[in-house]
């Protein structure tokens, strides 16, 4: 602290660990995280799910339908692949389709990623002149997941090679520019070969191998342990969770359980020295 340097004030720190408390960050989000006025309308709802094994959330909002803004054609299109992509990812939606319902897009999905803490975080409100402190366990970045439009792709690629193959049976047409077969070397190898000395020549032959294994035996750890982490997360079933709007009472209740209601003073038992020891590069 500088010499000219003044304390404006000196607040009392409260400190609580009531809530195994999560830090949610949306960096594509450019407005609040709320139903939109259409969907809430025919009253759709925000909805939630976890995988508390590999520690995997999907927040699931409902998509605003208006005509101006919502393409019919394609959320039917996209909701076929999104629902084929479930079912290879073990992770369908049971009950939620009709008997002869055409699948159809509905929401927006997004999905977590953990962010890494160093260190302890914490959480702190300014209330009453006093600080309140409550430790932060998880952070998550939630981002749009649109891995149906890879299973989309697939299907577009292999309606492609389909109709190459089909127009490509009989081969391209004769260049022709380009010399016959007939016309090509053959004929100066023989004169060759007559005029000049016999050679030898040696011929190897090399043993195919399964583009398969081979591919998985160049796999190094790291992607295994990758491939193994992506198959523990599809093997996990999803667990449904209540999500509430902030402007619900259960977050109201939630948001006071940051304040401590504990008057008791603490007392430091420890040292400077102590202090400095625990923190690691010094």
Same mark, same amino acid.
């Given at each position: 602290m500088d010499e000219e340097d003044q304390v404006v004030s000196s607040l009392p720190i409260r400190y609580s660990n009531r809530l195994s408390l999560q830090i949610h960050q949306f960096p594509l989000l450019s407005r609040p995280l709320q139903t939109p006025p259409s969907a809430e309308a025919s009253g759709k709802r925000i909805s939630a799910r976890i995988k508390p094994g590999v520690r995997r959330l999907e927040v699931h909002v409902p998509a605003d339908t208006r005509p101006e803004v919502w393409n019919s054609e394609k959320g039917r299109e996209y909701g076929v692949s999104q629902l084929e992509d479930d079912r290879e990812k073990n992770q369908e939606k049971k009950g939620k389709e009709r008997a002869g319902e055409e699948p159809r897009l509905t929401e927006v999905r997004l999905r977590s990623e953990e962010i890494p803490m160093?260190? !302890?975080?914490?959480?702190?409100?300014? +209330?009453?002149?006093?600080?309140?402190? @409550?430790?932060v366990s998880q952070i998550h970045q939630f981002r749009p997941t649109l891995t149906y439009l890879d299973v989309l792709s697939r299907k577009h690629k292999r309606k492609g090679v389909n109709d190459s193959d089909s127009e490509s049976d009989d081969g391209p047409p004769p260049d022709p520019d380009e010399p016959t077969t007939p016309v090509v070397t053959? =004929? #100066?190898?023989? #004169?060759?070969? *007559? &005029?000049?000395? &016999?050679?030898?020549? @040696?011929?190897? !032959?090399? =043993? !195919?191998?399964?583009? =398969? *294994?081979?591919?998985? &035996?160049?796999?190094?750890?790291?992607?295994r342990e990758m491939l193994a982490a992506i198959r523990n997360e599809e093997d996990e079933n999803w667990?449904?969770?209540?999500? @509430?709007?902030? *402007? *619900?009472?259960? !977050?109201?209740?939630?948001?006071? =359980?940051?304040?401590?209601?504990? +008057?008791?003073?603490?007392?430091?038992?420890?040292?400077?020295?102590?202090f400095l020891k625990d923190i690691k590069g010094l």
């Amino acid at each position: 602290m500088d010499e000219e340097d003044q304390v404006v004030s000196s607040l009392p720190i409260r400190y609580s660990n009531r809530l195994s408390l999560q830090i949610h960050q949306f960096p594509l989000l450019s407005r609040p995280l709320q139903t939109p006025p259409s969907a809430e309308a025919s009253g759709k709802r925000i909805s939630a799910r976890i995988k508390p094994g590999v520690r995997r959330l999907e927040v699931h909002v409902p998509a605003d339908t208006r005509p101006e803004v919502w393409n019919s054609e394609k959320g039917r299109e996209y909701g076929v692949s999104q629902l084929e992509d479930d079912r290879e990812k073990n992770q369908e939606k049971k009950g939620k389709e009709r008997a002869g319902e055409e699948p159809r897009l509905t929401e927006v999905r997004l999905r977590s990623e953990e962010i890494p803490m160093q260190g !302890a975080q914490m959480l702190g409100v300014i +209330r009453d002149g006093e600080l309140h402190l @409550h430790p932060v366990s998880q952070i998550h970045q939630f981002r749009p997941t649109l891995t149906y439009l890879d299973v989309l792709s697939r299907k577009h690629k292999r309606k492609g090679v389909n109709d190459s193959d089909s127009e490509s049976d009989d081969g391209p047409p004769p260049d022709p520019d380009e010399p016959t077969t007939p016309v090509v070397t053959p =004929k #100066k190898k023989e #004169k060759k070969s *007559t &005029a000049g000395e &016999a050679k030898e020549v @040696h011929v190897s !032959a090399r =043993k !195919a191998v399964d583009d =398969k *294994t081979e591919s998985l &035996a160049q796999l190094s750890t790291v992607r295994r342990e990758m491939l193994a982490a992506i198959r523990n997360e599809e093997d996990e079933n999803w667990t449904s969770l209540s999500y @509430h709007d902030v *402007t *619900t009472i259960e !977050a109201g209740d939630t948001f006071e =359980k940051l304040f401590s209601q504990n +008057r008791e003073e603490l007392e430091c038992k420890s040292d400077i020295t102590t202090f400095l020891k625990d923190i690691k590069g010094l």
